[in-house]
């Protein structure tokens, strides 16, 4: 009997507590902002940087990059119409 009282007493107070018509709902978060830009943007179609393109110091050190960061199941790098600088009065660096 205690118990059917005890389940009676919980339901009504259960039910007492939920039906407020008052209730808003918290604000929303604001919305994340937007990544920056890279300081060093892709050439256009690719994923080569632009200042690969400007200077033969910033190629070397692309492809440097490239080749300790890739591994066999890395994706491709995508080169589409890009072109490395080249010079033809610079020493060649050592690795």
């Not at 050439?43 to 940087?49: D, K, L, N, R």
């Not at 960061?69 to 020493?91: F, N, R, V």
């Amino acid at each position: 009997m205690h118990k059917h009282l005890l389940v009676l007493g919980a339901a009504a107070l259960l039910t007492a507590c939920g039906s407020g018509d008052d209730y808003s709902a918290p604000p929303m978060p604001p919305a994340p902002a937007p990544a920056p830009a890279p300081a060093d943007p892709p050439q256009p179609g690719s994923q080569v940087p632009s200042s690969a393109a400007a200077s033969a110091s910033a190629a070397t050190a692309f492809v440097r990059s490239s080749a300790a960061s890739s591994s066999e199941a890395a994706e491709p790098l995508e080169l589409g119409e890009a072109q490395l600088a080249s010079s033809d009065s610079t020493e060649p660096e050592e690795p």
